[in-house]
């Protein structure tokens, strides 16, 4: 088997449509919304739309716990023991499993909120962020970045569901919940571990890190504002291994992420004008 896939070498079926991340993100149509009085946009019941937004959010939560274990397996695969060593591998195994079980949920979530396998788009960035050829990066990009996003988006959803009075969606997310802690405590160490007498390589890798989270914020998705759908989850991460300095740091690439999009739709809505 061929190690070192790229994004564009995942098996899919015909019911999945590939999409760039840059679309969901500049999409022109942003700028309408943005100028529309519709109070805070924290997943609430009272939100317009509410039932669109929240059936293409988990659809997005499905395909990305494909992605992660897809990133995870090919962890286990890509590099000898001298590159990775077995106890991380092992790690990397545990996560697989893990993963397999969120795919499992988020297929039975879907169809309980009305969702079918391919309604929305699939963006490949995640994968993307598992494909780098140094494990540290790997670590930093996936279980520290995105896994720390799946933290994010998972209290959020644990507390839309809680709003709902749905008790299944409830339950499934406060699940999953605690594998990320895990899945980020797990990066967290070895990027520590790895990079012990490396701090170099540390530097690169958690740059590498705040890349992929400011990314991942996708201009205003997510932060710690009542403008942010999906919420930062202090308590969470520090249990995960982050310091409260990066959890400051994060917040603030959020912000910046939500300040960027907005010159960019803005800049491509005049020159559509």
Request: glycine residues 6%; aromatic residues 8%; proline residues 3%.
């Amino acid at each position: 088997m061929k190690r070192h896939l790229n994004e564009n070498e995942l098996a899919r079926d015909e019911r999945f449509r590939r999409n760039r991340i840059e679309d969901q993100i500049f999409d022109p149509r942003n700028v309408a919304l943005a100028t529309r009085d519709l109070g805070p946009a924290q997943m609430s019941v009272d939100r317009p739309a509410v039932s669109e937004r929240s059936r293409s959010l988990m659809h997005g939560i499905f395909v990305g716990e494909i992605q992660a274990l897809e990133g995870a397996g090919r962890t286990c695969f890509d590099f000898d023991d001298t590159e990775a060593p077995f106890a991380l591998k092992l790690d990397m195994a545990r996560q697989c499993w893990d993963e397999s079980r969120h795919v499992e949920i988020s297929c039975k979530l879907s169809d309980h909120m009305g969702t079918d396998i391919g309604e929305y788009g699939e963006s490949a960035f995640l994968f993307a962020a598992a494909c780098n050829p140094d494990p540290v990066m790997r670590l930093c990009g996936v279980n520290r970045a995105l896994e720390g996003l799946a933290i994010d988006v998972f209290s959020s959803m644990k507390a839309f569901g809680e709003s709902t009075e749905d008790p299944i969606l409830t339950f499934c997310e406060d699940w999953m919940l605690a594998d990320e802690v895990t899945h980020v405590k797990m990066g967290s160490d070895w990027l520590r571990r790895l990079t012990e007498t490396d701090l170099d390589r540390r530097e690169r890798a958690l740059e590498f890190q705040r890349t992929v989270d400011k990314v991942f914020s996708l201009g205003g998705f997510r932060g710690e504002s009542e403008e942010n759908p999906i919420q930062i989850t202090r308590k969470f991460r520090e249990l995960a291994g982050f310091s409260q300095e990066e959890c400051d740091e994060l917040a603030e690439l959020a912000q910046q992420a939500m300040e960027d999009a907005r010159t960019m739709v803005a800049a491509a809505a005049a020159a559509q004008s």
